[in-house]
């Protein structure tokens, strides 16, 4: 084999390898810069693509996938001149990558700034209470305005969130304590409630125990009245039936006299000290010693 063999065989080589490592394979969620003779010539996606040796070469390499931003605390003055420490996280997307390769020098560092300014912007209009009160507010207005900025840069920002809303150490203690005298305040008026809430069950508990004790005094005095008025009407009634039986039978003076007479030691019954006889009740007593007198003499 000769020298002109091998340097045939070299220069294969050489071509093969010039040829491998010109072939490149853009891997999913990334995008290629290509440039031709240091201008942009194309942007490669997805697949197998060759490079032109000595003529194209990579930019950039760019990822799509949603990025996220965390920049350190940033030192912010409110409308009511208090300044805080407040760090944000951003969340974007590379959605042109010629842009975005092209747009501006270092794009991290743009959209810190970007974010910098823009929070100082929304702040100084806002008081120290609706700070700490309008994060989502806060949010979606940088959100919007950023969004807005990063456009020409092929960034799309997807959300902004504050991380942390640190106010001064003095700012930090008075409104623990504020907040501390406020949950005092709701533990005493809750407190207070269930006392006065307590305090009112006890009373109409009390209030229908007295109302049934009265009720049922008066369903009993009610009853009992109705048993004298029943016991009255029945003695009334057997008075009347014993009258009509008596005047049914058709009795003699001299009977009813008698009866009369019994009814007036029945009335004495051995109790009475001092009796004072009418003249009907001597007379009816000479009427009952004629007529034994009478029936002796027939004996």
Same mark, same amino acid.
């Given at each position: 084999?000769?020298?002109?063999?091998?340097?045939?065989?070299?220069?294969v080589?050489?071509?093969?390898?010039?040829?491998?490592?010109?072939?490149?394979?853009?891997?999913?969620?990334?995008?290629?810069?290509?440039?031709?003779?240091?201008?942009?010539?194309?942007?490669?996606g997805?697949?197998?693509?060759?490079?032109?040796?000595?003529?194209?070469?990579?930019?950039?390499?760019?990822?799509?996938?949603?990025?996220?931003?965390?920049?350190?605390?940033?030192?912010?003055?409110?409308?009511?001149?208090?300044?805080? #420490?407040?760090?944000?996280?951003?969340?974007?997307?590379?959605?042109?990558?010629?842009?975005?390769?092209?747009?501006?020098?270092n794009?991290?560092?743009?959209?810190?700034?970007?974010?910098?300014?823009?929070?100082?912007?929304?702040?100084?209009?806002?008081?120290?209470?609706?700070?700490?009160?309008?994060?989502d507010?806060?949010n979606?207005?940088?959100?919007?305005?950023?969004?807005?900025?990063?456009?020409?840069?092929?960034?799309?920002?997807?959300?902004?969130?504050?991380?942390?809303?640190?106010?001064?150490?003095?700012?930090?203690?008075?409104?623990?304590?504020?907040?501390?005298?406020?949950?005092?305040?709701?533990?005493?008026?809750?407190?207070?409630?269930?006392?006065?809430? &307590?305090?009112?069950?006890?009373?109409?508990?009390?209030?229908?125990?007295?109302?049934?004790?009265?009720?049922?005094?008066?369903?009993?005095?009610i009853?009992?009245?109705?048993?004298?008025?029943?016991?009255?009407?029945?003695?009334? #009634?057997?008075?009347?039936?014993?009258?009509?039986?008596?005047?049914?039978?058709?009795?003699?003076?001299?009977?009813?006299?008698i009866?009369?007479?019994?009814?007036?030691?029945?009335?004495?019954?051995?109790?009475?000290?001092?009796?004072?006889?009418?003249?009907?009740?001597?007379?009816?007593?000479?009427? &009952?010693?004629?007529?034994?007198?009478?029936?002796?003499?027939?004996?």
């Amino acid at each position: 084999m000769g020298p002109l063999e091998f340097v045939l065989i070299a220069i294969v080589l050489i071509v093969i390898v010039i040829i491998a490592r010109n072939i490149r394979v853009v891997q999913q969620a990334k995008a290629y810069v290509v440039e031709r003779l240091g201008a942009y010539s194309t942007t490669w996606g997805v697949g197998l693509h060759f490079k032109v040796p000595f003529i194209e070469r990579v930019a950039k390499i760019v990822s799509l996938k949603e990025q996220v931003a965390d920049f350190p605390p940033q030192p912010v003055i409110t409308k009511d001149n208090v300044t805080m #420490q407040i760090d944000t996280v951003v969340y974007f997307e590379i959605t042109d990558p010629k842009l975005y390769t092209y747009g501006i020098e270092n794009p991290m560092t743009a959209i810190e700034n970007l974010s910098a300014t823009t929070l100082r912007n929304i702040i100084g209009d806002l008081e120290l209470d609706q700070c700490l009160t309008s994060r989502d507010i806060i949010n979606s207005k940088m959100r919007s305005i950023l969004d807005v900025a990063t456009d020409p840069w092929g960034i799309k920002v997807n959300r902004v969130e504050l991380k942390n809303i640190l106010p001064p150490k003095e700012i930090q203690n008075a409104m623990e304590k504020q907040m501390k005298a406020e949950r005092e305040r709701r533990e005493a008026i809750l407190k207070a409630e269930g006392e006065k809430r &307590a305090a009112i069950l006890s009373a109409e508990g009390e209030k229908e125990s007295a109302i049934l004790r009265a009720d049922a005094k008066k369903q009993a005095a009610i009853l009992e009245a109705e048993g004298r008025a029943e016991a009255i009407i029945k003695v009334q #009634q057997a008075t009347a039936e014993g009258l009509k039986l008596l005047n049914e039978a058709s009795p003699t003076d001299a009977v009813i006299r008698i009866r009369a007479l019994e009814a007036f030691a029945a009335a004495a019954n051995g109790q009475a000290t001092k009796i004072i006889i009418p003249s009907e009740i001597q007379g009816l007593a000479g009427l &009952a010693e004629g007529i034994v007198e009478s029936v002796k003499s027939k004996k």
